[in-house]
């Protein structure tokens, strides 16, 4: 297993860890992330995106709830949730990974800690948002191109 997909694991344990018990970030990071037996840059890596995910989840979950068709977004599973959370997160502020990486990896996390359709379920959520984004990203550089 790569350090990135037992990064994301340890994010993914963190935002759970996080929800369930109401303890402060820091705190949760510091029990999961920084105690974990993984590689350091896996390790920065995961604090960054639990942080991320953490100051911009109104927006992350916002995109996930415009996703999401004839589904109540409260009613989600929570791993699924954070699952998305993670692949949202690092669609908007990770561009240096692979929009298919980022959605490969939250399936493949899906499949390991989800319920039995969530691979699906991950899979299409992400695909729409990077869809959306992409589109927004194009209409943003043809106003710039308009100005210059």
Known sequence: ???RRKARELTLKALYAYEISGSDAQQISDDVIST??????????????FEKVLQNIEKID??????????????IALIEKNIL??????LLFFSDIATAITINEAIELGKKYGEKDSKNFING???YVAKRLKKQRFRSQMDVDKLG
């Open 1 to 3: 297993m790569s350090a």
């Open 36 to 49: 974990s037996q993984i590689k350091e840059e896996a390790k920065r890596f995961s604090q960054t995106l």
């Open 125 to 127: 959520i992400l695909d």
């Open 85 to 90: 959370r993670i692949g949202v997160c690092e």
């Open 62 to 75: 916002s995109l996930i709830k415009g996703s999401v068709k004839s589904w109540e977004f409260s009613r």
